[in-house]
């Protein structure tokens, strides 16, 4: 009798392309009011593959969110 | 150290947080603030991660993949 063999990893790593395909990339809020330290930041989860946006203080941050689902990263 | 002008990033947590429309979106709050009160503060505001500069490179894009999975 042949054994099926299910090879999990390659099923995940699919169901997470198609995830990706129906979302597109997770986006990221960088709040922070240093553009040095911003930039960096920002540079970071870009190359990571992540779509990222910045606000330079809190109010900017909440009405960036307001409109939209992203994440929040906020530095003090 | 500077602590940015207007609403720092507890009360912008906060706001995250109070807001149904927002609510569920992660927040990590990556801060020169090291001392126990103000980590407390963070994750009282309900942020998902709270990490202290400097910071690691490794140790902040595992907290970020995590919560974005």
Known sequence: ?76 | MRIPPGIDGFEVCRRIRADPASAHIPVVMLTGLLDDASRVKGLEASADDYLTKPFHIIELMASIRSLLQ
């Open chain 1, 1 to 76: 009798m042949p054994e099926i063999v299910f090879d999990y990893g390659a099923i995940r790593a699919r169901l997470d392309q198609l995830e990706r395909e129906a979302t597109g990339p997770a986006r990221i809020l960088v709040v922070e009011d240093s553009p040095v330290t911003g930039e960096l930041l920002t540079e970071l989860f870009e190359y990571e593959g992540y779509v990222v946006s910045e606000a330079y203080n809190g109010f900017e941050a909440l009405a960036k969110i307001r409109p939209k689902s992203l994440t929040s990263f906020r530095l003090t």
